[in-house]
């Protein structure tokens, strides 16, 4: 076998692997690049590879950085199955056909106000195209094999992270073995369940994303506790982008605890301003053994907000409520689109408020300016003053951190012949190398952009 690195390398966007036999060519995850503007240009670029010529995709999870490239695919030729879980493919379903929503909205206000140089500025892809691809998408169960081809066969693990979140292990009839980890979860998660205990494979390809940071130890809801009530005592707003996958649950879970044992006024008004967000927030009920919640408690947590669904009930939150202090979660996690841009637009300025990031924010996104404290954020073609306070919260990460990906490693009987670090920015992907060969002693690599692996 061969793979090939299409995707989240030195970066953390853009998964994509390219895995060859002698009879099939398999796509492990196919996800758009965010963040840096050389990134996001690889979105329009030809793919170095042919999608006709691709027979299958297997997607660890829905997130857009996973998934997000999929139409574009399917558009460009791809006529084969998609194969995921049952909670990945409805993750996918709200999540493509929203992405495709927005592209076309955003490229219609820049050729509406002029602020691009391309006449006219096009969508990477359509609602209608992401729709279209979702019909080739196969979903299959945990735990179970099944064949590829004569040769190799696949199967998928719970990973944690987030609704449907898989692990991907594939083996040949000769009993090599590759393991695609995904996006790791955290084995603690008040929400999700720990990621499975895998205990073998010949070839591991191993996200980074916190490789070389640990995660704060302090109490998630106690940090957001004190930073709300700080925010409302002084009569602000808290905005909080959030992805609306995975994280945007988390936080209505935490919001859900304050109200509870009283440490937020039960009137203070919480909106969740994301169709995205709000509509997997309602598949937590239908997904019962994906997460820890009772089906009481997910009625609760959803309940905890006002979900605003249409442009007018999201404009009513400045009508109806501009001078309340509130919460505001709405999409994207890392302020490179949707509607937190509006709501950024009006309480950037604003001394009493707070913007909220509650995950990793992807180098050149708006949230990693914000983070790093530049005082003007450029949205929709003008510069915004940042006169509001910033906090990052990386006690929110659903990623697993480095000492916790070293726990699900140890797990392993044999070690890897090799392990493949990807999905982390350089520093990171260093730091988890170094981890590795430090406890385990393991060959790693850290593969290049387009680099090629004989397994």
Known sequence: MKITFLGATGT???????LEDYTSRILV????????????????????????????VLLT??????????????????????????????????????????????????????YTRHHP??????????????????????????????????????????????????????????????DIGRPNDPVMKEPAKMQDADYLVLE????????DSIDPAKEIGDIVRTTIERGGTVVIPSFAVGRAQLILFYIHQLKATGQLPGNLPVFLDSPMAINASELLCRHLSDHRMSRSLCHDVCNVARFTRTVDESKDIFNSYHRMPKIIISASGM?????????????????????LLVGF???????????????????????????????????MSAHADYTEILGWLENFRE?????????????????????????????????????EEEL
């Open 12 to 18: 953390v966007t853009g998964s994509k692997y390219l």
């Open 29 to 56: 995850d196919c996800g758009l690049f965010q963040g840096l503007k050389e990134l996001r240009l690889r979105n329009w670029n030809p793919l170095p590879i042919d999608p006709a010529s691709i027979d299958k």
């Open 61 to 114: 999870h829905a997130h857009l950085d996973h998934s997000g490239y999929i139409p574009r695919f399917v558009k460009a030729g791809f006529k084969g199955p998609i194969h995921c879980s049952d909670g990945t493919l409805d993750l996918c379903r709200i999540l493509l056909p929203d992405s495709g929503r927005i592209q076309e909205e955003d490229a219609a206000r820049v050729n509406r106000y002029g």
């Open 121 to 182: 500025a096009l969508p990477l892809y359509t609602e209608k195209e992401a729709n279209r691809a979702l019909k080739q998408f196969q979903p299959v169960e945990f735990g179970s094999a099944y064949a590829l081809n004569r040769d190799l066969s696949f199967s998928l693990h719970r990973a944690g992270h987030i609704l449907g979140a898989s692990f991907v292990r594939l083996e040949s009839s000769g009993g090599t073995s590759v393991l695609f980890s995904g």
């Open 208 to 215: 980074s994303t916190y490789g070389n940071r640990k995660h």
């Open 335 to 355: 302020a490179t689109g949707g509607r937190v841009l509006h709501h950024l637009k009006t309480y950037l300025g604003d001394r009493r408020s707070t913007i």
């Open 361 to 395: 924010q992807a180098a050149g996104t708006r949230g990693d300016r914000l983070a790093r404290g530049e005082k003007e954020i450029k949205i929709h073609g003008d510069m915004w003053p940042v006169n509001a306070d910033v906090h990052l919260l990386d006690s």
């Open 415 to 451: 070690p890897p012949r090799k392990v493949f670090i990807v999905h982390g920015e350089p520093e990171a992907a260093l730091g988890m190398q170094s981890h590795i060969q430090e406890k385990f002693g393991w060959e790693t690599v850290i593969p290049e952009y387009l680099q």
